[in-house]
């Protein structure tokens, strides 16, 4: 774990040959160390983009980890404040910055194509 005030890092080794999803692994390996204690409430992760760019994968991969993890109720997010632990993952559901409205206003259903990043994370586009 690397720490710079309130900053958490996990150390993160992605197997590329592995069958479980990068995302799946980011967000595995943010959850050990939130659950093991390595951060506190409140500290906050990298944003999505430096830890893309850390990782060596897409920024859709990592906002795929951090989803996980907001639903699992171990991170919460608000604009401008980037991402924070929230503590041990108690307490009802969040959602990241705000999402159910998103869903809402996107009058679902609609025509949607769905494509891939280079990752392998789908990508709806709406038209």
């Not at 959850?31 to 893309?52: E, K, M, Y």
């Not at 060596?56 to 907001?70: C, F, I, K, M």
């Not at 969040?94 to 990508?123: C, K, M, W």
């Amino acid at each position: 774990m690397n720490r710079r005030g309130n900053l958490f890092v996990p150390p993160t080794v992605l197997d590329r040959t592995s069958r479980v999803p990068l995302h799946r692994q980011i967000a595995r390996e943010i959850s050990r160390g939130i659950r093991g204690g390595a951060a506190r409430q409140n500290d906050r992760l990298p944003s999505t983009r430096v830890l893309a760019r850390m990782l060596g994968v897409s920024r859709n991969t990592v906002l795929a980890a951090y989803e996980e993890l907001v639903a699992e109720n171990l991170i919460t997010g608000q604009i401008g404040s980037g991402m924070r632990v929230n503590q041990g993952g108690s307490g009802p559901g969040a959602t990241l910055f705000g999402l159910q409205h998103v869903v809402r206003a996107a009058h679902y259903p609609a025509r949607v194509l769905r494509v891939e990043d280079p990752d392998g994370n789908s990508i709806y586009i709406r038209f």
